[in-house]
């Protein structure tokens, strides 16, 4: 496999073509790498630029990842625990633990590579929902955790996850000076680590949760959201669809709407060389 040249810094955002990914309006294919823990590369403690973060430890891994002719790397952008911490109380960001994700950002863009962030984990590492739970005085684990996707059960859970992705979205990489929403090294948002809405119902476990509307309006409000906060960036016009990087989630919790959705979302891997 080909390995991407160190000069070929993202400076086109990826879009979609109809069912394929798009790149300087060319199809664009790629081999893709998850590297959750690159957040907590360093101490965790200490100055910020020297020992918080390791910086040579990062940028070894991106260039090993890119020698391997990976070209998109999805990876944590959560936790709430006390190291490496991103949101450790709600709504307390910690500028050190965003200023070490501003050098992974530009570590990636000066390889060449592109990123994949993960806003928060529906698993109990790192924190995950179940702190969101535990902040609106909820308990968290099986199956109580399927209150953090009902606004009427939690609605403090809806606004904590949309102030945390407003405030990530909207940040100024200090090394850049370009703000994470406008940023095409963000090939795509990823809105949860493997999210699902389950043992709630007899009904719901044989038919999903198109039987019960809490992750339906999880789904629909928290897909409207970034849509929001993103905004074409102003130095290149209409470059960026202010949509391409906000549909991880399927958009309908019904049979048919599902199927109807997915047909068309279907990205082949490489080209198509014929029967084989």
């Known amino acids: 496999m080909r390995s991407v040249p160190a000069s070929a810094a993202a400076d086109s955002f990826a879009t979609r073509c109809g069912i394929r990914f798009c790149l300087d309006g060319k199809e664009y294919y790629f081999a893709g790498a998850n590297a959750y823990d690159l957040f907590t590369c360093g101490s965790g403690s200490g100055d910020t630029e020297t020992e918080y973060m390791d910086k040579a430890r990062i940028g070894a891994h991106f260039a090993r990842m890119r020698d391997d002719g ?4 999805r990876l944590w952008m959560f936790s709430h625990e006390d190291w490496h911490g991103f949101e450790k109380a709600e709504g307390v960001y910690n500028e050190k633990q965003f200023a070490q994700f501003d050098y992974i950002i530009e570590s990636a863009r000066t390889r060449g590579l592109r990123l994949m962030p993960v806003f ?3 698993w109990e590492a790192y924190g995950g929902i179940d702190t969101r739970l535990r902040w609106q005085g909820l308990s968290g684990g099986q199956p109580a955790r399927a209150a953090f996707f009902d606004k009427d059960r939690c609605p403090g859970c809806f606004t904590s996850y949309k102030n945390y992705v407003s405030y990530a979205l909207n940040r100024t990489n200090h090394y850049s000076g370009v703000k994470y929403k406008d940023d095409p090294t963000i090939f795509a948002w990823d809105l949860m680590n493997e999210p699902r809405y389950e043992a709630q119902s007899q009904e ?17 409000s928290s897909r409207r ?6 905004s074409a960036p102003a130095s290149r016009g ?23 959705w997915i047909s068309p979302q279907r990205i082949r891997t490489r080209p198509s060389t014929g029967p084989t």
């Open 238 to 260: 209409t470059a960026r669809s202010t949509r391409s990087a906000a549909t991880r989630v399927t958009p309908s919790s019904t049979s048919s709407s599902r199927r109807t």
């Open 120 to 122: 928060e984990n529906y």
């Open 204 to 220: 719901e476990n044989v038919q999903g949760p198109r039987c019960g509307p809490g992750s339906t309006r999880w789904a629909h």
């Open 225 to 230: 959201s970034p849509r929001t906060i993103f």
């Open 70 to 73: 990976v070209g998109v790397v």
